[in-house]
């Protein structure tokens, strides 16, 4: 089984909707992150989360918010969605020293707003 | 602010060649550097994380070498497979827990 994984893969919304991205990870890590990757623009870091009791906004947070629930779960929310939104979004974890830095991804979202 | 650049957007080789893939950034500041592969429409899978300390990481038939002075990196693929065409994207941490990533290069093998 996936260590980082996410629902739902492909989501196609309307522009004005509401809409959750979920992860759930396995990895016992205390830190997560989500970011979204458009073409010729590479992965931007939306917001990340170092434990349950602490969240952090990346480059580009304005028109999403997040929530985590658990150690294991950190979901990404579209209050409203935009079609500038439309994107793959990816949620990463990591562990917070030496080689457990290194970041692992889930399998991506893809999210069409029409 | 630190930028990461990935030179050539896009490279094609014939099967079993050696490779080189380039990676640069500004600031030389980082606490590490991570090297993933992306294959179409999905995830990243994480390939080689180099510490700040570290000259260079090895699995299998990849090397990857930071020159943390220079703000230079370079993965190193030896006798090239069909089976390694992906993207290829360099990334650093440099503080925090943000990683900036590079654009990435696309790598076709051909067999």
């Known amino acids: 089984d996936a260590d980082v994984t996410q629902t739902p893969r492909n989501r196609i919304t309307k522009t004005g909707k509401r809409i959750m991205l979920e992860c759930s990870q396995t990895k016992g890590h205390d830190r997560m992150y989500w970011y979204r990757q458009d073409p010729g623009l590479g992965l931007r870091l939306i917001y990340y989360s170092f434990d349950v009791k602490d969240i952090n906004k990346g480059e580009i947070s304005d028109g999403y918010s997040v929530s985590r629930q658990a150690q294991a779960k950190f979901s990404l929310s579209l209050e409203s969605a935009i079609p500038n939104q439309t994107a793959l979004y990816f949620c990463?974890?990591?562990?917070?020293?030496?080689?457990?830095?290194?970041?692992?991804f889930g399998p991506g979202t893809r999210l069409t707003v029409t | 602010k630190q930028e990461v650049t990935q030179i050539p957007a896009a490279l094609s080789v014939p099967e079993g060649e050696n490779l080189v893939l380039n990676c640069s950034f500004t600031?030389?500041?980082?606490?590490?550097l991570q090297w993933f592969r992306q294959d179409p429409g999905k995830g990243l899978t994480s390939l080689l994380l180099?510490?700040?300390?570290?000259r260079e990481q090895t699995s299998g038939r990849l090397n990857a070498s930071l020159d943390k002075s220079s703000g230079r990196s370079t993965l190193y693929i030896a006798a090239s497979q069909p089976g390694d065409s992906a993207t290829y994207l360099c990334?650093?941490?440099?503080?925090?827990?943000?990683?900036?990533f590079g654009q990435g290069t696309r790598l076709t093998i051909n067999p």
């Open positions: 990334a650093v941490r440099p503080g925090a827990q943000k990683l900036v």
């Open positions: 990463a974890t990591s562990g917070t020293s030496g080689d457990s830095y290194e970041q692992y």
């Open positions: 600031d030389s500041a980082i606490y590490n």
């Open positions: 180099i510490q700040s300390s570290q």
